[in-house]
């Protein structure tokens, strides 16, 4: 069976690519904008269901796992900052504060979806000084991440704490979810 990712993120591939499974990488060509009034747990999860959905459309005889994340932070949608000066704000913002990620999972055989997950992860950040966020950005340059930060890489000093059931979700695709959809959907797992 072919399994196809929805997605060109290079970390959900290098993430998908830890179980050991040959898949191919499609762009899903979605649009990502949020409907009117639309939840942000309402918005990840049509996000990671249409590309899914579009890619299925694509190649019909495929498994297609399609994915999304976003952050949420005093109920807004964070984008990823694009601009050094937007990711220095984005992390001064959310310096002592809270940040929720959502990130959803949608596996779909054909036009049927064999599964969905949601991973919830909190990120505490501790107090950041303007020094320590401008020395972090210029080390990392974090401008694709929502919210700013890697935290496989030199962002996990920016936190007090993360609370989560799936760590390699905050990075882009929780494992232990699709891992478990996978194998509902016929793939040889551990």
């Known amino acids: 069976m072919t399994l196809l990712l929805a997605s060109t993120s290079r970390y959900r591939r290098e993430l998908l690519s830890r179980l050991g499974l040959e898949f191919d990488c499609v762009a899903p060509g979605v649009d990502e904008a949020a409907l009117a009034d639309e939840a942000p747990s ?3 999860v ?3 269901r249409a590309k899914a959905a579009a890619v299925g459309r694509m190649r019909p005889a495929a498994c297609v796992l ?3 994340q976003l952050a949420e932070f005093d109920g807004r949608v964070l984008g990823k900052p694009g601009t050094p000066e937007l990711a220095c704000a984005q992390l001064a913002a ?3 504060r ?3 990620f ?4 949608s596996v779909m055989r054909g036009e049927r979806e064999v599964g969905l997950h949601v991973d919830r992860t909190v990120v505490r950040f501790r107090e950041l000084t303007s020094a320590e966020i401008a020395r972090y950005v210029e080390a ?3 401008l694709d991440c929502a919210g700013s930060f890697k935290s496989e890489g030199l962002g996990i000093a920016l936190f ?3 609370e989560t059931q799936d760590p390699t979700a905050l990075v882009g695709l929780p494992l232990i979810g699709t891992a478990r959809l996978l194998r509902v959907a016929g793939f040889a797992l551990p």
């Open 46 to 48: 049509r996000l990671a």
């Open 140 to 142: 990392e340059r974090p």
């Open 98 to 100: 809270e940040v929720t």
């Open 66 to 68: 399609g994915s999304d």
């Open 42 to 44: 309402d918005l990840v």
């Open 160 to 162: 007090d704490a993360i």
């Open 94 to 96: 959310m310096s002592g």
């Open 102 to 105: 959502l990130t959803a999972v």
